[in-house]
């Protein structure tokens, strides 16, 4: 069985600060991917960076970074300098292949608002 | 190019009800999944369609169904409705062999009272 557990329930920090999101997993597969996706009200999932489990570099694209580490099962995701239009729910998703068919569980999201 | 969509974009039912929902998939997409979001909670993963059969299913009740058309549209059929199955229904589809693309459409919200 696959888990994904976002600790933080809401996060609020005011424009320009750096925050972030935290994503711990649990999965018995050797290969599987890691994502982040942003929801807003209107409610459609908008994806926002993928990693798979044999990559360990961290990246940054532009304001978002993320930290991946097997050792910790940990995939944590910075926004720097926070917008208010960052403010969403953040989802961690993890995504095993089986036989051929990838399914996507999900935490239970943290909410960020962004104040100006 | 059209991303997916899902229609109808709300919906309120009376408890004991059936329901469709429909969605269709991004161009040269053949995999479709539907999830159920619950207020205040991620998306669960309710089944997969590829060539036009069941491929994985989640833990939900046989009151959940779906069927996939040749089209690859999708449609997801939920009987005797409960007010448990209110909540935001998210589909997702996907091309089969690339683990890790899965573009999801607006949803449907259903609100069963």
């Known amino acids: 069985a696959q888990k994904v557990t976002q600790a933080q329930t809401e996060i609020s920090v005011v424009e320009k600060e750096d925050v972030t999101l935290d994503c711990v997993y649990e999965?018995?597969?050797?290969?599987?991917?890691l994502f982040w996706y942003k929801q807003p009200p209107s409610g459609e999932l908008v994806f926002l960076i993928r990693?798979?489990?044999?990559?360990?570099q961290n990246e940054i694209s532009g304001r978002y970074s993320w930290n991946f580490q097997k050792s910790t099962s940990s995939f944590n995701f910075t926004i720097t300098a926070s917008q208010v239009v960052d403010s969403a729910v953040y989802f961690c998703?993890?995504?095993?292949?089986?036989?051929?068919?990838?399914?996507?569980?999900f935490g239970k999201g943290t909410m960020l608002l962004v104040s100006p | 190019d059209a991303g997916v969509t899902q229609s109808p974009t709300h919906l309120i039912k009376t408890r004991g009800q059936q329901v469709t929902l429909r969605c269709s998939p991004k161009?040269?997409?053949?995999?479709v999944s539907w999830y159920q979001q619950a207020l205040g909670q991620g998306p669960q993963f309710i089944f997969q369609?590829?060539?036009?059969?069941?491929?994985q299913r989640g833990n939900f009740p046989d009151r959940f169904s779906g069927h996939q058309f040749p089209n690859y549209s999708s449609e997801l059929n939920v009987n005797a409705l409960l007010l448990g199955d209110s909540a935001l229904y998210l589909c997702?589809?996907?091309?089969?062999?690339?683990?890790?693309?899965?573009?999801f459409g607006p949803g449907t919200r259903l609100t069963v009272t």
């Open positions: 997702a589809s996907s091309k089969k062999g690339s683990y890790y693309e899965q573009y």
């Open positions: 999965t018995r597969d050797t290969t599987y991917y």
């Open positions: 990693r798979n489990s044999f990559d360990e």
């Open positions: 998703a993890l995504s095993a292949v089986n036989s051929g068919y990838s399914t996507l569980t």
């Open positions: 161009s040269g997409h053949d995999t």
């Open positions: 369609y590829y060539e036009e059969e069941e491929r």
